[in-house]
């Protein structure tokens, strides 16, 4: 195993590479802290040629790979689980991270994979265009582990996930070779569309190196919205009133329940509330190409049929990012809280309410009464579900609960037409709901195409799929 590693090692440089327990420490959990692995070696290639030499190398000596981004992973998929009888190491992408072409004309952006999701929203931004994928961890989290997970975010309701902005992937397949289909076309009907197997593999079928992206044209106006309601069913009459009225125009539709509110409050003081914490639900939202006056009217005349209590109009640019951080603040008050079993699941958005009337009575039954934080993505369906640890109750014995709280969530998720994954990925945290909810043909078809890609299993093993 030594000598793999020095082998390694030479293929970047040192100065590219980490070995020593204190440097690698912060690259082994997931981003909550819940799953930790282990792994004597971290590698920083510069570019697809690092990333080519050290596949191939792990390939031939039969050397498992992790491939990690930003490394804000929530269900372990960017965990390695090195031991003394199987060497598992890290590919770190991060100091990939050039922006190669931008065609302002195409309205397509090509960038290598350790490209800060922020980098790139702000480079489109440079060149008059938009990049719409939009998410809490943007700041730090990077486009090839966005792709690879088919991330999504607020943005999802007019633009689609990570998938609808991709047009073309540079990756290292497991043997070492490279298949690259960077053309950035909107029209190429060529067969079977390759790129799709990258997007959503979480790194279990080859290392992402190059994105080539779609942009779209900036919106004219942007006028974003805080609100508050008294239930779920006030904030979906809201959201179909609000379609009817601005139709595609409505770009994101996020709703934060009181819960999360107090959370904030209590452990993120710094972070303004600008409706407070006393109202049950609170929704932020966000129009494009309208007026203020347009938006102020709707909003009257939502107050006058009491369908909101309260509504707050986005003046200039920092009260939107005031209302924004809101909703960018809830996971990490979330974690200062204390323990907690997160879910994130998708359901038809009118079974919501009955979601919630019929899981957290159940929760209870198996665990006893705690917070229940709910918020994320109305306008989708995607919600963000976590049950606290209950005050009189122990952090570890809570967390033994764990595995029948995600049953009665997801099995209640997917009796209502919903899904137990919406945006976060499989990893290792799903793999047997993956089993469990999905239909027989699609699991042999998944484990067919990681067997015919990857037959050592060197790529990213004992995630999503086993083989």
């Known amino acids: 195993?030594?000598?793999?590693?020095?082998?390694?090692?030479?293929?970047?440089?040192?100065?590219?590479?980490?070995?020593?327990?204190?440097?690698?420490?912060?690259?082994?959990?997931?981003?909550?802290?819940?799953?930790?692995?282990?792994?004597?070696?971290?590698?920083?290639?510069?570019?697809?040629?690092?990333?080519?030499?050290?596949?191939?190398?792990?390939?031939?000596?039969?050397?498992?790979?992790?491939?990690?981004?930003?490394?804000?992973?929530?269900?372990?998929?960017?965990?390695?689980?090195?031991?003394?009888?199987?060497?598992?190491?890290?590919?770190?992408?991060?100091?990939?991270?050039?922006?190669?072409?931008?065609?302002?004309?195409?309205?397509?952006?090509?960038?290598?994979?350790?490209?800060?999701?922020?980098?790139?929203?702000?480079?489109?931004?440079?060149?008059?265009?938009?990049?719409?994928?939009?998410?809490?961890?943007?700041?730090?989290?990077?486009?090839?582990?966005?792709?690879?997970?088919?991330?999504?975010?607020?943005?999802?309701?007019?633009?689609?996930?990570?998938?609808?902005?991709?047009?073309?992937?540079?990756?290292?397949?497991?043997?070492?070779?490279?298949?690259?289909?960077?053309?950035?076309?909107?029209?190429?009907?060529?067969?079977?569309?390759?790129?799709?197997?990258?997007?959503g593999a979480e790194g279990t079928l080859g290392v992402i190196t190059k994105v080539s992206l779609r942009l779209s044209s900036s919106p004219q106006r942007e006028i974003s919205s805080m609100v508050s309601l008294e239930s779920v069913d006030d904030a979906i009459n809201l959201l179909k009133e609000t379609k009817k009225r601005f139709g595609d125009n409505v770009t994101a539709f996020e709703f934060i329940s009181q819960s999360c509110l107090v959370a904030i409050n209590d452990f993120l003081s710094h972070i303004k509330l600008p409706l407070g914490h006393e109202d049950s639900w609170q929704v932020i939202f966000e129009i494009i190409n309208h007026s203020e006056d347009d938006l102020s009217e709707f909003l009257e005349k939502q107050l006058s049929e009491d369908l909101i209590k309260n509504a707050l109009i986005a003046k200039n640019e920092k009260d939107r990012n005031d209302f924004w951080l809101v909703r960018h603040s809830i996971s990490e008050a979330e974690k200062l809280s204390g323990r907690g079993v997160h879910h994130d699941i998708s359901l038809p958005i009118t079974k919501i309410p009955e979601f919630l009337k019929t899981t957290i009575p159940a929760m209870e039954k198996v665990a006893g009464k705690s917070i229940v934080y709910t918020f994320g993505h109305l306008g989708d369906g995607n919600l963000h579900f976590t049950k606290k640890q209950p005050e009189d109750m122990d952090g570890d014995q809570f967390m033994r609960f764990s595995k029948e709280i995600n049953a009665v969530v997801h099995e209640n998720a997917e009796f209502l037409g919903g899904s137990f994954s919406a945006e976060h990925g499989i990893g290792s945290k799903l793999k047997d709901d993956l089993i469990k909810y999905s239909d027989p043909t699609k699991v042999d078809l998944m484990k067919k195409i990681k067997k015919t890609l990857d037959p050592k299993n060197i790529m990213n093993p004992d995630k999503l799929i086993d083989i």
């Open 1 to 199: 195993m030594a000598k793999h590693i020095d082998n390694l090692k030479k293929l970047v440089g040192d100065s590219n590479a980490l070995d020593r327990e204190e440097d690698i420490h912060p690259f082994l959990e997931d981003w909550r802290g819940h799953i930790k692995g282990s792994t004597p070696l971290i590698l920083f290639p510069n570019n697809s040629d690092d990333v080519q030499n050290i596949v191939h190398y792990c390939y031939q000596n039969d050397i498992k790979i992790v491939s990690q981004g930003g490394n804000t992973s929530l269900c372990g998929a960017n965990v390695p689980n090195s031991s003394d009888h199987r060497l598992e190491i890290v590919i770190n992408t991060s100091k990939m991270n050039r922006v190669i072409e931008v065609d302002s004309f195409n309205q397509s952006i090509i960038v290598e994979s350790g490209c800060i999701l922020q980098n790139i929203q702000e480079t489109a931004e440079d060149h008059g265009l938009l990049f719409p994928l939009s998410l809490s961890a943007e700041g730090t989290c990077q486009i090839g582990g966005n792709v690879s997970t088919n991330a999504g975010g607020v943005n999802v309701l007019k633009y689609g996930m990570a998938r609808d902005q991709v047009m073309g992937i540079e990756a290292v397949l497991p043997d070492g070779s490279i298949f690259t289909d960077l053309k950035s076309l909107r029209k190429n009907n060529t067969g079977y569309d390759l790129k799709q197997l990258f997007i």
